[in-house]
C-alpha cells in the first residue's frame, strides 16, 4: 500500500473512531464535527484521481505522434507559420511561409494552391465542440483530459488570441517538431481553438516564461 | 494529482478545523449546525475550485442529504411535528 492511500485509510479510521467516541461516549459535539470533518477529507482525498494509466498513455501516443510529424517535416522541409482549420487538418507550408488561400481535398497528403505547397495533416478534435467557450474548451483537454499544463488563461483581442499555459511539463519534442509546431501543449492548443473558435488559426508566436507557455494566435477568415 | 485538486484538499481541512474552533468558542452545541457549516464551505470550495474526481462527487452528495435532513428535522422540531 503506498503512502497516500495509507495516509488516506488512517486519517478515515481516525476520524469515524473519534466522531463515533465523541459523540456517543464524550457526549462533545465539537470533536464530533472534528472526527466528521476528517472522515470528509479522508473521502475527498480517496475520490480524487491521481494519475490516471490512460493519460500516461495519451501522452505516449502524443510523443509518438510528434516523432513522425517531425520526420516528414524534415523530410518536406517544412515552415512556420502553420494554420489550423476547425474541421482538425493542419496545413503546413512546405520550402516558404506563406499561408494558404484554398480549403485542401480530402486525403491529400501535399496540397497545392496560390501561394505554394503545404502539408496535409490531421489534428485530433478531442470532442470539442464548435463555437463553445475557447477557454473551457483548452482547460478541458489540456489539464483535465492530457495534463499536459496545471492551467490555462485565455485573452481574446478582436482577432489576437493569447493564451497562457500554467505549469507546462516538457515532453521531449523533437527538435524539428517544435521549430514549426512549436511545443506538443502549443500544438495541442492551437487545434483545440480552431475547433473551438470555429475558424482558422495561425500560431503566430510562442514565448516562454518559466513555467509557463504564452501563444499568439491570430484569428483568420476561412479559406474558399 | 492537479494543482487545483492538491489545494482544495489543503483547504478543506484548514477551513474545517477553523470552523470547529470558532463554534466551540462561541459554546455551540448543536451538531447539525456545525454539520451545515462543514456542507457549505465543501460546497463553496468545490465551486471555486471544481476539483477532479472519479466519476459523481459522492462525499458532496451525501453531504447535501444529510445536510437536507439536518433541515427538515429543525423545521418539523420548529412546527412542532
Same mark, same amino acid.
Given at each position: 500500500m503506498?503512502?497516500?492511500?495509507?495516509?488516506i485509510?488512517?486519517?478515515?479510521?481516525?476520524?469515524?473512531?473519534?466522531?463515533i467516541?465523541?459523540?456517543?461516549?464524550?457526549?462533545?459535539?465539537?470533536?464530533t464535527?472534528?472526527?466528521?470533518?476528517?472522515?470528509?477529507?479522508?473521502?475527498?482525498?480517496?475520490?480524487?484521481?491521481?494519475?490516471?494509466?490512460?493519460?500516461?498513455?495519451?501522452?505516449?501516443a502524443?510523443?509518438a505522434?510528434?516523432?513522425n510529424?517531425?520526420?516528414?517535416m524534415?523530410?518536406l522541409?517544412?515552415?512556420?507559420?502553420?494554420?489550423?482549420l476547425?474541421?482538425?487538418i493542419?496545413?503546413?507550408?512546405?520550402?516558404g511561409?506563406?499561408?494558404?488561400?484554398?480549403r485542401p481535398?480530402?486525403?491529400?497528403?501535399?496540397w497545392?494552391?496560390?501561394?505554394?505547397?503545404?502539408l496535409?495533416?490531421?489534428?485530433?478534435?478531442?470532442? /470539442? #465542440?464548435?463555437s463553445?467557450n475557447?477557454?473551457? %474548451? $483548452?482547460?478541458?483537454?489540456l489539464?483535465?483530459t492530457? !495534463? *499536459?499544463?496545471?492551467?490555462?488563461?485565455?485573452?481574446?483581442r478582436?482577432?489576437?488570441?493569447?493564451v497562457?499555459?500554467?505549469g507546462?511539463?516538457?515532453?521531449?519534442?523533437?527538435?524539428?517538431?517544435?521549430?514549426?509546431l512549436?511545443?506538443?501543449?502549443?500544438?495541442v492548443?492551437?487545434?483545440?481553438?480552431?475547433?473551438s473558435?470555429n475558424s482558422p488559426?495561425? /500560431? #503566430?508566436?510562442?514565448?516562454?516564461r518559466?513555467? %509557463? $507557455?504564452?501563444?499568439?494566435l491570430?484569428?483568420g477568415? !476561412? *479559406?474558399a | 494529482m492537479?494543482?487545483?485538486?492538491?489545494i482544495?484538499?489543503?483547504?478543506?481541512?484548514?477551513?474545517?478545523?477553523?470552523?470547529?474552533?470558532?463554534?466551540?468558542?462561541?459554546?455551540?452545541?448543536?451538531?447539525?449546525?456545525?454539520?451545515?457549516?462543514?456542507?457549505?464551505?465543501?460546497?463553496?470550495l468545490?465551486?471555486?475550485?471544481?476539483?477532479?474526481?472519479?466519476?459523481?462527487?459522492?462525499?458532496l452528495?451525501?453531504?447535501?442529504?444529510?445536510?437536507?435532513?439536518?433541515?427538515a428535522l429543525?423545521?418539523?422540531?420548529?412546527l412542532?411535528?
Amino acid at each position: 500500500m503506498d503512502k497516500l492511500k495509507a495516509f488516506i485509510l488512517t486519517l478515515g479510521v481516525s476520524g469515524t473512531t473519534l466522531a463515533i467516541y465523541s459523540y456517543f461516549i464524550l457526549g462533545n459535539i465539537p470533536l464530533t464535527a472534528l472526527g466528521i470533518g476528517a472522515l470528509v477529507t479522508s473521502a475527498s482525498l480517496a475520490q480524487t484521481p491521481r494519475e490516471s494509466p490512460y493519460r500516461e498513455a495519451a501522452i505516449a501516443a502524443l510523443q509518438a505522434y510528434a516523432v513522425n510529424i517531425a520526420r516528414l517535416m524534415e523530410e518536406l522541409s517544412a515552415r512556420p507559420p502553420s494554420t489550423y482549420l476547425p474541421e482538425g487538418i493542419l496545413l503546413v507550408p512546405l520550402g516558404g511561409s506563406a499561408k494558404p488561400t484554398l480549403r485542401p481535398e480530402p486525403d491529400r497528403l501535399i496540397w497545392k494552391d496560390t501561394n505554394g505547397h503545404f502539408l496535409v495533416l490531421s489534428t485530433p478534435s478531442y470532442g /470539442v #465542440e464548435k463555437s463553445s467557450n475557447l477557454e473551457s %474548451s $483548452l482547460e478541458y483537454v489540456l489539464v483535465d483530459t492530457l !495534463g *499536459l499544463c496545471d492551467g490555462v488563461r485565455v485573452v481574446e483581442r478582436d482577432t489576437l488570441i493569447l493564451v497562457e499555459l500554467e505549469g507546462v511539463r516538457s515532453l521531449g519534442e523533437p527538435a524539428r517538431f517544435r521549430q514549426v509546431l512549436g511545443s506538443l501543449q502549443a500544438h495541442v492548443a492551437a487545434s483545440v481553438a480552431a475547433a473551438s473558435l470555429n475558424s482558422p488559426v495561425t /500560431v #503566430e508566436g510562442i514565448e516562454s516564461r518559466g513555467k %509557463s $507557455l504564452i501563444l499568439r494566435l491570430a484569428r483568420g477568415e !476561412g *479559406l474558399a | 494529482m492537479l494543482k487545483k485538486d492538491i489545494i482544495f484538499n489543503s483547504v478543506l481541512p484548514a477551513f474545517y478545523s477553523v470552523t470547529v474552533a470558532f463554534l466551540a468558542s462561541l459554546g455551540e452545541k448543536r451538531l447539525d449546525a456545525y454539520l451545515s457549516l462543514l456542507t457549505l464551505e465543501y460546497l463553496f470550495l468545490y465551486t471555486i475550485l471544481r476539483p477532479k474526481r472519479r466519476k459523481h462527487d459522492l462525499v458532496l452528495i451525501a453531504l447535501l442529504v444529510v445536510f437536507f435532513i439536518a433541515v427538515a428535522l429543525r423545521i418539523a422540531e420548529v412546527l412542532g411535528i
